[in-house]
């Protein structure tokens, strides 16, 4: 039999290592935190947006030229597996697809923001798999200034976009480029943003 005393040092050293866990995720927490504090600052946004959990991407999205609608569609994940879960096999192939959409979403965001905080495409890569390292850098680094908005191509709402506004005003571009209406910035014909003032086209 074991005695007391061997079960209860065994329940103080769990309690011990559960109790080291829990400092380590409170710090990489405030790290997190401040670290999106100061990028979305570095962007023109509130940095007090990122307390608030989907306010913090809506504005990332916002920095950055990605569409909000990712957000609500993240958002989804909380509620619809739930949903899906109760339709047999087309709910599994539903949370198959939702899943494969919020990684999406997470790159494409990622990519954007390194982009627009005149990073290359690669350090995406470092903030998708240790963003505890490579946010902090974003935020402190006198080499990461904001840009603009420099989003990654969106396959999903960008082919839905370019359906759908068939009818752009011709009078406005030239050959090979055209001019911000509104900083007249002149720019390569298949920009979608402004690199000067960040309007989108």
Known sequence: ????????ALAAGFFAFF???MLFALAALVI??????KILEKGNKPGWGALIPFYNLYLLCDMTGVNPWWVAIFASIFVAPFILAAIPFIGFIGILALEAAIIYFQVLLSVSLARSLNKETEFAFG??????????????????????????KDLLFDNLKE????????????????????????????TKYCPKCGKEL
């Open 163 to 190: 359906n759908n506004n068939s009818n752009v005003n011709e009078a406005q571009y030239t050959e090979n480029t055209k001019y911000c209406p509104a900083c007249g910035n002149k720019m390569e014909i298949d």
């Open 127 to 152: 903030i998708v798999y240790l963003p505890i390292v490579f946010l902090p850098i974003l935020a402190f680094s006198n080499k990461a200034n904001y840009v603009g908005k420099n989003p990654m």
């Open 19 to 21: 109790g080291i866990i």
């Open 32 to 37: 997190m935190i401040i670290s999106l504090w």
């Open 1 to 8: 039999m074991y005695s007391y005393d061997g079960i209860e």
